[in-house]
């Protein structure tokens, strides 16, 4: 049954692996390794530089340091190296605020331009209004600056809301707008004598007003799309107002360049090119992430303007070397100091340029890890940062190993949600790109943690946690082949939990629900109503606020869609799957319950023992669900999972086989969802095929063989499937549910007299029999199931039997002689059992046919020796030596003379062979592992002490 036809859970297809690489993260590691390398040897010369300085200098000479230069540049590098190796120390977030590589230059930005132009606004208005140039303000609002820029992301988090950041995004260029209006009618010179400014009247004024209303009313009227007003909102989905959305941020970033350049018309003179360099200092500090390069920079000058001059005894002190006494090592002390601190700032810079061009690394790296979409941009961005740190850690020559896969693992053992999501999704990737699902497989299974937090994902049951909990599903559904949850408490119940729907239709009984608790919350939500009538007001004015500071959050309409696509394909980087989370959890529960099962027993034994959960899965088979609100599709992909996981259960070898067979039979709603299964017009192809096999497992324990027997409308509709002659015949596929329906009948026949005899009457004009001689006569795939069938039919069903039921049965006769000196194993035993009983019902034609073929002596022989080469039963075909027993009872009785010719075969002392070797595992029909089924109803010593009766 491996070719059938199987319902799985959607998943997205792979892409091509063909170029796909073991380790796609290589690459990167390579530079990040060089760039850390880098660092750190930075660092080693910062660590040997405060050594230096502290213990020779400081320590050594500390009267020899002039107090005016020398001993204050040491000291500020003494103070700077000790806050870095201060601030180093296990990765603190404050050295990773200022003293870090990785991420020491950063985009100018959206928000940082605009800081910028106010910034820049602020330091004019203020010189406007005072009077005045003040030296030393530029640089009082470049460190207000920096200090912004470096703290102000690390306050917003704590100080700052999402809607109060969202609306000074919004209002800030406006505000920068309206910062340029003093500056607009007037320019401004300089004076040297008093530093004061004096205002002159511009030749045409008029221009640079109608230049700043026209930027105004752009940015104003930009601001204002982005309200929450019906009518803003309406007027922003019209065909223009769509076009020009998506060219908002454009739009604005060039107005605020326009205001930059209106900024530098203001003044005239020298003062004009001191506005320009400070606003390229300024923009430069805003590119700064952090203060690594300022600090290197300031490193190298500070060693730099001492050590050129090399004036460390003073410019006017003449030094007599060959008496130098306490200071004979001074000077070179000094150098070496100098040296090592420019060449610790120039590893710094020389790090902070490479990892700029990180970029180029990182860009392949979505493609070859299989990421799509910004997020997988992100990932990537995760991982570098994730790939330095370890390279700051380890040893220098022998870094920690890291890649994709231990990142993965390492976010989902976090204890953050955001990074147990990423890296859920992430494995979830990994587990599509065969070169990489090997690696991630064996990874997980050897870490019980990882498996246990992705298990405890599962249990997630909050509304916001229904992504992260899919593709935790999605995960557990590739990993379920090759794990065993019996050491992982509570693992079942949390896979359980998939199968947990809060969809269903809420059917009341009369006689068990009542109204009270009903009316209790009634009262409550009342209670609450009227408190909230009494804030109408305060309700209105926080209305107004939102819709005048807060910018609407509206899904991203066609065009800004395929902007956005646009963008994207110029970045390189592969679009998000839009089927990615479609998946119904239920659905990916059953899939998982299906694969535990299929790989080890132990998970057999936890699924047995899991609270309720054969119950679930079998609510789900059923054509008519109590689910609202899901589609027909998913309704079919449900009841598909249900069966393919009752098919697994139900198909459990051995003793335990029986029990969990016992336990799924039990179910009161089993055997009925099943028979409306089987109606062709309810259910597809595929579903019945599994149907079928379900029954025909079910049907191996004998009460629940009874069960089936009284519901008419299984049998019947297995019996259509079995004789229906319009069944596609495409390959081997087409013929898969007659073969099983007929199995499942043939079971169904199995020591059950009733079961038989509503086989018989099920068809009417009693052409049953007809049809399953056909079957053995044509030779199809369905042959040993007919046989079977037929044979239990002779057996059970033959005070029913018509005389055309006989004759057709005589007209296979020959077939299945032919078919028993040449079968071997199963089939042999089939066919054996099937001439047994043609000789039994109808011993005249048997006879004949044995005479007339000539075949009589040979055919005899050939049992004998089939009895003698199975004195050992296997599981296989347990009863074999019984069929060959029975076959020669039957013979002998109807005709004694056969007796001369197995006496000529030696059959008595093959029959005492049997007697000799007996075997329990003789008394059943069939063998599912360890455990015998159907139970034949006459022991095999009763046939021996027949058949040498008949010797």
Known sequence: ??????????????????????????????????????????????????????????????????????????????????????????????????????????????????????????????????????????????????????????????????????????????????????????????????????????????????????????????????????????????????????????????????????????????????????????????????LQVPAAVLRIGLALSRLIPQCYYGDDERVDRRTLGDKTNFVPSLNILYAMVVGQGILYIVACILEVFSFILRRPLIHLAGFRGPLGVEYVDLYYAYAFEKCMRGVVLAPKKTNLITFSIDCIESNSPKMQFYGVQMIHGFLKKEPLKIKAISKLTTSTKTVTTVLNMLGWTSR???????????????????????????????????????????????????????????????????????????????????????????????????????????????????????????????????????????????????????????????????????????????????????????????????????????????????????????????????????????AMSGNTSAEIGHIRLIISRLMYALLRQDAPSSGDTGHLLPMIAGQALAVLAMESSNNCLVIMLAEPGHVFIRELTIMIHSESQYRYAAASLLRDMCVQARPVLSNSDLKNISYILREVLEGIMDAEGAELEILLGLSSQICNVVPEDFARELDCGEIKERFIKRLVDVLNSNMVPTAHCPGIRRAVVQHAVYMMENKPSYANYFNRCWMMEALVMVECTPSKAENYRLFWGDAGLMEHSIPLSALLARAKRCL
Not at 37 to 50: C, D, K, Q, S, V
Not at 71 to 89: P, Y
Not at 123 to 129: D, G, H, K, N, S
Request: with cysteine.
């Open 464 to 698: 916001g946690n229904k992504d992260i909990r899919s593709f935790a599903a999605k995960v557990m559904a590739e990993l379920a082949k090759s794990i065993r949850i019996a050491s992982i408490p509570g693992a079942m119940q949390l896979i359980a939990s998939l199968l947990d729907t809060t969809h269903e239709t809420e059917i009341k009984d009369p006689l068990l629900d009542t109204n009270s608790q009903v009316a209790k919350q009634d009262a409550l939500v009342e209670q609450v109503s009227k408190g909230r009538q009494n804030s109408v007001r305060l309700k209105w004015w926080k209305q107004m606020v939102i819709y005048c500071l807060i910018p609407a959050e509206e899904p991203p309409r066609m065009d800004e869609q395929s902007y956005h696509k646009h963008i994207t394909e110029c970045r390189s980087v592969p679009e998000d799957d839009p089927s990615m989370n479609h998946d119904l959890l239920p659905a990916l529960g059953m899939l998982i319950i299906e694969r535990l099962a299929t790989f080890d027993l132990e998970n057999w034994m936890e699924i047995n023992g899991a609270t309720c959960l054969i119950s679930k899965i079998i609510e789900f088979a059923s054509c008519r669900t109590k689910m609202i609100n899901i589609s027909e599709t998913d309704q079919t992909m449900l009841k598909g999972s249900s069966l393919m996981v009752l098919r697994r259960l139900t198909s459990t070898k051995g003793r335990f086989g029986v029990a969990l067979r016992q336990k799924i039979s039990e179910h009161p709603f089993l055997l009925s969802n099943i028979a409306e299964i089987l109606d062709e017009s309810k259910s597809s192809r595929e579903d019945r095929e599994v149907t079928a096999e379900i029954i025909r497992n079910l």
């Open 1 to 290: 049954m491996d070719n059938v036809a199987e319902h799985r859970v959607q998943m997205p297809a792979a892409p091509p692996a063909g170029k796909a690489k073991a380790m796609p993260e290589k690459r990167l590691n390579r530079f990040v390794h060089f760039v850390a390398m880098i660092e750190r040897m930075g660092n080693a010369l910062g660590t040997l530089t405060f050594t230096w300085a502290t213990v020779v200098l400081l320590g050594g000479y500390p009267t020899v340091l002039r107090p005016g230069d020398d001993f204050w540049m040491v000291t500020t590098i003494v103070f700077l190296e000790a806050a870095r190796m201060f601030s180093h120390g296990n990765n603190r977030p404050d050295y990773q605020l200022f003293f870090r590589t990785r991420g020491a230059f950063k985009s100018l930005g959206w928000n940082g331009l605009i800081f910028t132009v106010c910034l820049m606004e602020v330091m004019v208005c203020v010189v406007i209004l005072y009077g005045h140039w003040i030296p030393p303000m530029p640089f009082v609002l470049l460190v207000i600056l920096a200090i912004g820029r470096f703290l102000t992301p690390g306050a917003a988090k704590l100080l700052i809301s999402n809607e109060l950041s969202c609306a000074i995004s919004l209002w800030s260029p406006m505000v920068a707008i309206i910062l340029l209006g003093p500056s607009v009618p007037y320019g401004y010179g300089f004076r040297y004598k008093d530093f004061s400014i004096h205002r002159f009247i511009t030749r045409n004024p008029m221009s640079r007003w109608a230049a700043y209303l026209v930027l105004f009313m752009v940015v104003l009227l930009l601001t204002i799309s982005k309200l929450r007003f019906a009518g803003v909102v309406k007027l922003v989905d019209s065909a223009l107002g769509r076009k020009l959305a998506c060219w908002r941020r454009v739009i604005i970033n060039l107005c605020m360049f326009a205001v930059i350049v209106m900024l530098v018309s203001t003044f005239h003179g020298s003062v004009r090119y001191m506005i320009i360099a400070f606003q390229a200092y300024a923009l430069l500090i805003v590119s700064f992430g952090n």
